[in-house]
């Protein structure tokens, strides 16, 4: 939300009706502000201005900081879970090549998608790095991570590949890092064709891999 909108709903003082409305605008307001400001800018304080709502707002549904971490790993990792599912339901039935270079360019399309919200993927950075420190906040962060890592290894079984779970963590690890690098490295303008390039090279560095060592391990 611009500073323009912000004052104009401070100064009209309309809000959004309903519970779930408020707190899913506060939610994407603390989103705005961590993509901004990082973990240590998000204040209740800060997601009040953020939303363009009376101070103390954040605090009524979020009482504590943790509440507020919590409900927003919640919140992210919902919205990129049902991305991953959406990837699993529109992946190709039959295998061989060609239906895995549709599932190669899905997943590829997704993560463009992603990186077209940089605060959204660095608010999941940040929180999977605060997760670390706070366990409690590690379960819906696991949860996604691991439906795409089952997704990716799906992908991985068309190509008969040995050890395609390993390989499918190698890649979404390697993931991981290819999107936040592609928001930190590349202009928007660049980014498509950066991670176009990185992704293909990521997936087919891992997927032919000979791991027939470490599968005998």
């Known amino acids: ?9 401070k100064r009209s003082g309309q809000a959004p009706e309903g519970t779930a409305a408020r707190q899913e605008l506060l939610l994407r307001s603390a989103i705005a502000v961590v993509g901004r400001s ?10 009040d201005r953020e ?3 009376p101070e103390g707002t954040c605090s009524v549904y979020y009482r504590t900081r943790l509440a507020l971490l919590t409900a927003l790993s919640d919140f ?13 339901a529109s992946l190709p039935s039959p295998a061989g ?19 077209e919200h940089p605060a959204l993927v660095i608010t999941m950075s940040e929180l999977s790095l605060e997760a670390g420190r706070t366990p409690s906040l590690s379960e819906p962060i696991v949860a996604w991570r691991t439906n795409l890592t089952d ?4 992908i991985v079984c068309r190509s008969e590949k040995s050890a395609a779970r390993l390989r499918a963590e190698a890649i979404v690890a ?24 990185m992704v293909t090279l990521v997936l087919r560095a891992i997927g032919d891999a000979d791991l027939e060592d470490e599968v005998s391990r």
Request: proline letters at 2%; aromatic letters at 2%; glycine letters at 10%.
């Open 97 to 115: 090549d060609e239906g895995i270079d549709q599932a190669v360019d899905a997943t590829i399309e997704m993560l463009m998608r992603w990186s």
């Open 1 to 9: 939300m611009s500073a323009r909108r912000r004052a104009a709903r």
């Open 38 to 47: 990082g973990m240590r800018g998000l204040t209740h304080r800060a997601v």
């Open 151 to 154: 997704i990716v290894e799906s």
């Open 51 to 53: 939303a363009g709502m």
């Open 174 to 197: 390697c993931l991981d890092g290819v999107v936040l690098n592609g928001l930190l490295a590349t202009s928007p303008q660049e980014r498509p064709g950066y991670l176009r390039s």
């Open 76 to 88: 992210v990792a919902a919205a990129l879970h049902a991305d991953v599912r959406a990837l699993g």
